[in-house]
């Protein structure tokens, strides 16, 4: 294989999970590259973050040898509802037929398994190293896998004045691999089979996100109550972390010999867990694209590129942005209609086993 460094391979700029699987993926692919990340060795392991992947995910992921190591927990049904009005629909693995609709795993036993299958192969990793677009690699694509969407030309936002308190609860009864997604009038609420416990995304007002994360033990557990419903009975849960939602993404993911994929290219809400299947499906597609070039970083490559992400990452995007303004609303003609909306669904398989596929498997869902 041709050295990264003498202007023929591929220079990654991150080594987070998703440089790390881009970097396994062009491997497989027999494409060369090299990791450059600003941090020591092994960093990403420590992120406390919890992730819900998709089937497609875990496809890819068995596809870079490294799915088998993580430590996850299906999930086999998804139960959707609004508070405060009718309509309410039910998602189920078996009626899409995959073994599960998605998994939820500890994103540092993500990284974990990235690293220790990269590690396995040939391919360098550059630590404590940090490149700007001021001393860039001298390779024929730059690829920048890390970091928050930068304050450039082209950047579209949009603030939800929204943060999410994260956590682990306690069920009363075992939660049988069942998700829950409820959305209110203060933003939606998830919880997520994670072991024997329940991984809760609770999203409030900005201005009362620290309020919230510090009550005492019983009256979050009431306030969690409270908006979730008696569907699920809650009776201990764990320290809670407070995290910024917003949108911020690239209009363009590609430039002059450059590509920015995962969080360097958009970030979004975590309703609906759409972040990192998105960015895997940017991996999938950039190295299956690059498989079929002499010049990975010519127009015409990044062009094709760019072109058949055109659809998933802009209907990924919207999808997310969407349900966050029309189910995070208190306006009673937009009540009323998304519970007709999710009647809708329930009553009609088709439209909700569109909606289905679409989040396990992106545009090729369709």
Not at 49 to 55: D, G, K, P, Q
Not at 129 to 138: A, E, F, G, L
Not at 342 to 351: S, Y
């Amino acid at each position: 294989m041709p050295a990264v460094t003498d202007g023929r391979g591929v220079a990654i700029v991150g080594g987070g999970p998703a440089g790390m699987a881009l970097a396994l993926a062009l491997h497989r692919q027999g494409i060369a590259s090299e990791v450059f990340d600003a941090r020591e060795r092994g960093a990403a392991k420590n992120d406390k973050r919890i992730l819900a992947l998709s089937h497609g995910s875990r496809q890819t992921l068995e596809w870079l040898g490294a799915w088998h190591h993580i430590p996850h927990t299906p999930i086999d049904d998804i139960h959707v509802s609004h508070q405060g009005g009718l309509g309410r629909t039910r998602i189920g693995a078996a009626e899409e037929g995959v073994p599960a609709l998605g998994y939820v795993l500890d994103a540092g036993a993500l990284a974990a398994a990235l690293d220790d299958a990269l590690a396995k192969t040939s391919i360098a990793v550059h630590n404590r190293t940090t490149i700007t677009p001021d001393n860039k690699p001298n390779a024929a694509l730059v690829v920048w896998a890390e970091g928050a969407v930068d304050e450039l030309a082209g950047i579209r936002t949009r603030d939800y004045g929204q943060h999410a308190v994260i956590c682990t609860a306690t069920p009363q009864a075992p939660h049988r691999n069942m998700a829950w997604e409820r959305f209110t009038p203060q933003g939606p609420v998830a919880a997520l089979p994670y072991g024997e416990e329940l991984a809760i995304v609770l999203t409030c007002a900005a201005g009362e996100s620290t309020r919230v994360a510090t009550l005492p033990d019983a009256e979050f557990l009431a306030l969690l109550q409270g908006r979730f419903g008696p569907r699920v009975s809650f009776t201990a849960v764990t320290a809670r972390h407070v995290y910024p939602l917003g949108l911020r993404y690239r209009e363009h993911a590609v430039g002059e010999r450059e590509v920015w994929i995962g969080n360097a290219a958009q970030t979004l809400h975590p309703v609906a867990g759409q972040g990192f299947n998105l960015a895997l499906r940017d991996v999938f597609e950039l190295a299956r694209t690059l498989a079929e070039a002499d010049d990975p970083g010519a127009s015409e490559v990044l062009a094709r590129y760019a072109a058949a992400r055109r659809t998933d990452r802009r209907g990924t995007i919207g999808f997310t942005d969407t349900l966050v303004r029309i189910f995070s609303n208190e306006n009673p003609v937009i009540h009323h209609a998304r519970g007709a909306g999710l009647l809708a669904m329930d009553l009609l398989p088709p439209l909700r086993s569109f909606i289905a596929r679409r989040m396990l498997f992106g545009a090729r869902g369709w």
